[in-house]
């Protein structure tokens, strides 16, 4: 917008990317302390606590005057989105019955797109004023829109899989019935929930030692991994810079951009909204793969337009332009919901909160670098940042064909066993019994855990 960049003073790559990326920079480190402090206050503390800073952090934001309190502003808001993010994650799974934690697990990406969606058009009503409310606007509205989630989340039942895990039984039982669990259901939760250690708070040292223990440091370092390259693909930097890319693109003047970028938030919540009615029905394996593969395809396409100069053509800007929608389509459709089910799901309750936090840290470090880097990227290079975008994405996929088991349809306390045998166990075995398929002698081959 002409007047905040008039006001801060943004024109550079260097301080645009700085504005972008600040309140990515404390939620990373907020993102580290949010699991443990779930563990210890409860989940619905510790989101509404981090709703609560956040508006603080918008409020600064919306009141300042210059560069530096701007950016005070957004530091103290990312500190409270790392509180609150990943913690959403764990208590979403933790309430949702099995047949639709992947469908429950979506609303939070569902609401994240129509934020997206509702700040760009904000946004492109407010580029034509000609006062300082063009820029002020966006950022009472967060406040607003943050308080009333954490007055909301004061009525919000405690996850009873953490209460059971904490030692008070009777309320899990309570909550597990308010929530419509049958009582067999929470006969069976219980039954997993206390083969579990009930261990109260722990300390930090213990909890990290926890989360790289034999016998879930795999998961750990999947759901790491997952949620890092979610962010190394280059979600967010089409998110951030939208308006910037599709000028890039050829579509001019900034209004238009705007315009587009709007459009694109609206499909993509279209697209969180189709997904939702699939994550129960097909594999999360299958969504990443296949996402990994076409956002990787949309991604080099992008660069390789560039990189030859077909951009320069009518036919090639239009092409860059469909490819951004694809990749926002296919990134809605599989890895915008899969990959933090995914990672939350996969972990046993005594780490779920500190390893979905730690993934989350991953997250917001990677999104930090991209988020700060883009614009000076952009500046040098057009194609480059399309293609480390899409070898990310492709070695994401390469990945998870090795490594990553199905979660679908199986409950939180029963996903044990899919790691109980190393990935490369798997394969071999795998490998041995095709090897013998047709022989007649009988094959036995037993892989245990080493």
Same mark, same amino acid.
Request: net charge positive; with cysteine; aromatic share 12%.
């Given at each position: 917008?002409?007047?905040?960049?008039? *006001?801060? +003073?943004?024109?550079? $790559?260097?301080?645009? +990317?700085?504005?972008?990326?600040?309140?990515?920079?404390?939620?990373?480190?907020?993102?580290?302390? /949010?699991? $443990?402090?779930?563990? *210890?206050?409860?989940?619905?503390?510790?989101f509404a606590t981090g709703a609560v800073i956040f508006s603080l952090g918008s409020l600064i934001t919306a009141t300042s005057g210059n560069l530096g309190m701007l950016l005070t502003g957004r530091c103290i808001a990312g500190f409270g989105q790392g509180l609150f993010w990943s913690t959403?994650?764990?208590?979403?799974?933790?309430?949702?019955?099995?047949?639709?934690?992947?469908?429950? /697990?979506?609303?939070?990406?569902?609401?994240?797109?129509?934020?997206?969606?509702?700040?760009?058009?904000?946004?492109? +009503?407010?580029?034509?004023?000609?006062?300082?409310?063009?820029?002020?606007?966006?950022?009472?509205?967060?406040?607003?829109?943050?308080? #009333? =989630?954490?007055?909301?989340?004061? %009525?919000?039942?405690?996850?009873?899989?953490?209460? #059971?895990?904490?030692?008070?039984?009777?309320?899990?039982?309570?909550?597990?019935s308010y929530l419509g669990f049958s009582a067999i259901e929470v006969q069976k939760e219980q039954e997993f929930v206390q083969r579990q250690a009930s261990v109260q708070y722990?300390?930090?040292?213990?909890?990290a030692k926890m989360l790289w223990s034999k016998d879930v440091r795999g998961r750990t370092a999947l759901g790491v991994f997952l949620m890092a390259m979610q962010q190394?693909?280059?979600?967010?930097?089409?998110?951030?810079?939208?308006?910037?890319? =599709?000028?890039?693109?050829?579509?001019?003047?900034?209004?238009? &951009?705007?315009?587009?970028?709007g459009i694109s938030a609206l499909l993509n919540c279209l697209y969180t909204i189709v997904a939702q009615t699939f994550t129960d029905r097909l594999g999360r394996r299958s969504f990443v793969i296949v996402g990994g593969t076409m956002i990787s395809i949309s991604m080099l396409l992008i660069g390789t337009l560039y990189a030859t100069h077909a951009s320069e053509s009518a036919v090639g800007k239009w092409m860059i332009v469909g490819c951004l929608y694809l990749f926002l389509f296919v990134f809605s459709m599989t890895w915008g919901i899969?990959?933090?089910?995914?990672?939350?799901?996969?972990? $046993?309750?005594? @780490?779920?909160?500190?390893?979905? /936090?730690?993934?989350?840290?991953?997250?917001?470090?990677?999104?930090?670098?991209? &988020? %700060?880097?883009a614009p000076l990227y952009l500046?040098? /290079?057009?194609?480059?940042?399309?293609?480390?975008? +899409?070898?990310?994405?492709?070695? @994401?996929?390469?990945v998870c064909v090795l490594f990553q088991p199905e979660s679908r349809g199986i409950t939180l306390e029963g996903l044990d066993g899919l790691f109980e045998v190393s990935p490369w166990r798997k394969l071999l075995e795998?490998?041995?019994? *095709?090897?013998?398929?047709?022989?007649?002698?009988?094959?036995?081959?037993?892989?245990? *855990? &080493?």
């Open positions: 917008m002409p007047q905040f960049r008039d *006001r801060f +003073g943004t024109d550079s $790559p260097v301080t645009q +990317g700085l504005v972008v990326s600040s309140i990515l920079m404390t939620a990373s480190v907020a993102a580290i302390f /949010s699991g $443990p402090f779930a563990d *210890r206050f409860s989940r619905t503390h510790i959403i994650t764990v208590y979403i799974t933790e309430i949702a019955p099995t047949n639709i934690r992947g469908r429950l /697990s979506c609303i939070a990406q569902l609401y994240i797109t129509m934020g997206i969606a509702l700040g760009y058009f904000v946004s492109y +009503g407010c580029v034509k004023l000609t006062s300082s409310t063009s820029w002020r606007l966006p950022f009472i509205i967060q406040t607003v829109l943050s308080l #009333q =989630f954490a007055l909301g989340s004061v %009525f919000l039942p405690h996850s009873p899989r953490w209460l #059971q895990h904490v030692g008070r039984t009777d309320e899990a039982s309570r909550t597990w722990v300390g930090w040292y213990a909890t190394a693909c280059g979600i967010n930097a089409i998110v951030y810079y939208a308006p910037i890319l =599709f000028a890039q693109a050829g579509l001019k003047p900034m209004t238009t &951009a705007f315009l587009a970028s899969v990959t933090r089910i995914y990672c939350t799901e996969i972990q $046993p309750i005594r @780490t779920r909160a500190a390893a979905t /936090s730690l993934a989350q840290c991953a997250h917001w470090v990677v999104d930090w670098l991209i &988020a %700060f880097t500046s040098k /290079s057009a194609s480059g940042p399309y293609f480390l975008f +899409g070898s990310c994405a492709l070695l @994401t996929a390469i795998k490998y041995v019994s *095709r090897r013998h398929e047709g022989r007649e002698e009988p094959i036995a081959l037993t892989l245990r *855990r &080493a």
